[in-house]
């Protein structure tokens, strides 16, 4: 063996037509050599494998789609061996591929330089992520003979598994397929082969267009929307509760969540619909929405979005609720958002591309698009399948809201951010804006949730902070442990630039629990409020809020001395003026959250 590291010039007489018929003898027309890389470079890689030496110092050579070679300094040549080759001592070797993401295969073939370097034994493992498994196989050695400067194919065949590594090893201070001891062991080529893809038995279904009689349909109690023009989401939900045993059409489970809290403003409340199917069709505990957020370039895709959709798609055999074309919805102060504007159904994988069920525009390939994002997918639930859903529909901007946990730990949408955190353990953050699909008008509202999946029975605080004056309304949606929906609870208030109101949510996951929410209020964000309202017309003279902010202002003044009775006597007495003044001269949401602020102060008061 050559024993100097300078590679040689390649013959120009190589042979490349016949190498290339020789690179796929053998090979099925549903296989693909997915360790294939004849770049060089990125994944599949070679180069967790053991080092080379002399001749064969080139690891990338055995993932460059070629079984031999017209000269012998190729691919290869591990140390040790019956000669210390390298001066390294005989021992343990192994050649490994890195995929980069999760590959499904089922057959490996190397791709010897002699009979002499096959080892009698060898064995296969795979890296699932976490450990390495073995791989049982069947085996068999010298079906081919590729010539050249020799090379002899070792076919390992063993039931399909999935993983993002595949290691073939052998020890060479052991024997060799001919029965002396293994001179070093050589590979010109490293194969491993799966299919091209899955599919999943999906049966279409459309928001608009041919076989969609219910495109016309009012949309989520919308009085201009139709299924056809922002039902993308909803028929994406549709299809997936269908592949777990239901039966729904877009009209039938449009109606459905129009009748329950399916709905938040135009958007899907993934978990909540889920459940509501679910009661519907008698499965209460039976099915959950399982969520999981990552972004990805469409054509470049991330190795967390394609591991995701691989495992669920292809392994799990459950299909993926997509939201595509990530769009920007601003607000007057600047602030804006990102959020999927169109929602598919992704249903498969074609070599590497993902195949979809498009509701909408019924493209075929999930890159048909520019960008996306996962929502999750319908399954069978864990023991324990509470939640916790905060959800606020917007039309354009203005109101930021973040959830905090008892150990202080945020998930949300902070003010002045296009971003979101995701702090708490077991939680995400969605927002959508749907697009017409019909017209191709840009989005007009947004739909943002933070969901808690299993969250901790106890305290969490909820922050709104304004970026414009703005009313909003917040829902609170639980769900028990059992997979009950719990009391829904809307959560009003008043948002102006820099505005902050904070709430006090008390969870209970117990089946049938009532959680409660408080509104937790300082004299200062009272008098907020009260110009907030003014500012929005909800308070229609400045004269009322003159006088509202005259009260609190005196109980501020006798708190802070320690005229505790007094402070209350003023509050009170604001009280009561609220309660004169409601569905009169401001209104009566106004004079809910106002009174909620003055009650809020009352019992802070110390004695």
Known sequence: MQTSNQRKPRSVQVLFAALAV?????????????????AGSGYPSPLESNRGWGGGSYPWEIVDGLRTYPVWYHGLAFTGGDNNWAGDPCGPRQATINFGAHKTFHKVIIWHHGHDHAPANAQLAYWNGTIWVDIPFQRSFGAIEAGGAGSTSDEYTFTPVTGSKVRWSLNNCLNNVLGTQIIHGWIYEFEVFGTEGCQIDVPPLYQAGPGAPWASDPYANSPTETIGSKGCAMTCLCMALNKVGMTYNPKTLNRLLESGNGYLGLGVSWWTATKIAAEQAGLPAKFQFKEERHYSDAQFLTTQAEDYLTKVVCELEYPVIVGVNIGLLCDRSGACEFGPT?????????????????PGFRKQHLDDYYDFETRG?????????????VGLAQVAEGVRFVLYD????????????????????????FIDSLADDVSGAAPTEAAEF??????????YRLEVTGELPKQFTLSLQGVAVDGSLLRPILIEGIAGAGSTSSFQIQFDSTHGAISTVARLA???????????????????????ANSFEAKVAAAQRAANGGQTNAARNILDALKSEIAAQSGKHISVVVSEILLQDTAALASGLTQ
């Open 22 to 38: 020789l690179c796929c003898v053998g090979l099925n027309a549903a296989e693909t050599n997915i360790a294939l890389n004849p």
């Open 522 to 544: 300082t004299f200062a964000s009272t008098l907020q409020d009260i110009e907030n309202a003014l500012s929005l017309q909800l308070i229609d003279g400045r004269g009322i």
């Open 377 to 389: 997918y319908v399954a069978d639930p864990s023991d324990n399948i509470s939640e916790i859903t």
């Open 342 to 358: 169109h929602f598919v159904l992704v249903t498969g994988k074609e070599g590497d591309r993902f195949k979809i069920a498009d």
């Open 406 to 429: 008892a150990a202080g730990s945020a998930s949300g949408l902070p003010p002045r951010s296009t971003g979101v955190v995701e702090g708490i353990p077991k939680s995400v953050c």
């Open 450 to 459: 933070v969901h808690v999946f299993q969250p901790t029975n106890g305290v």
